[in-house]
């Protein structure tokens, strides 16, 4: 149950030719805590309920627990969020041997598109595509429950 990943900003729309799949996510956070943070999400037509454990030192890996939970779950645990729901879309790219989840977030968070890869080691290779921009793994800012309550839209550039 321990997640390795890297997140990296892309700097072209050249990823959305490449996709084999996307779908809209809204999620909250019922709790944002540093050392824990507990999301409700919906995606597609299915609910979920992840639990995050505080990152590594690194920013690489950090405790996660997710488990399915119904539609109309997801949405009343929506009306207990803090403040801050993030809507975003995902974009699916395989790369190599690895998949990229691409978000493309709207609202308070529009113009911010974020890619993350899973990896099974810290140290694994992965193929990087040309849409792959400046590495943030581990920069706090880019995390969605501190997207919540800090939007892209009022970062000073």
Known sequence: MIEIERKFLVN????????????????????SHKERTVRVRLKKDKGYLTIKGQSSEN???RFEWENEISKPDAE?????C???????????????????????FYGDNE????????????????EKPEWL??????DIKYYN?????????YWKL
């Open 12 to 31: 072209s729309s050249a990823f959305k030719a490449e996709a084999f799949n996307n779908y809209s996510i809204m999620q909250g956070f019922l709790n």
């Open 59 to 61: 920013g690489l890996s």
């Open 82 to 104: 803090e403040s801050g729901i993030i809507d975003k879309t995902r974009y699916e790219v395989k790369c190599g041997n690895h998949i990229f989840e691409i978000d493309e």
């Open 145 to 153: 429950s501190q997207l919540s309550k800090q939007p892209y839209k």
């Open 111 to 126: 113009g911010l598109i974020i890619a993350e890869i899973e990896l099974n080691s810290e140290n694994e290779d992965f």
């Open 133 to 138: 921009g400046e590495e943030v793994t581990g």
């Open 76 to 80: 009343a645990l929506f009306e207990l």
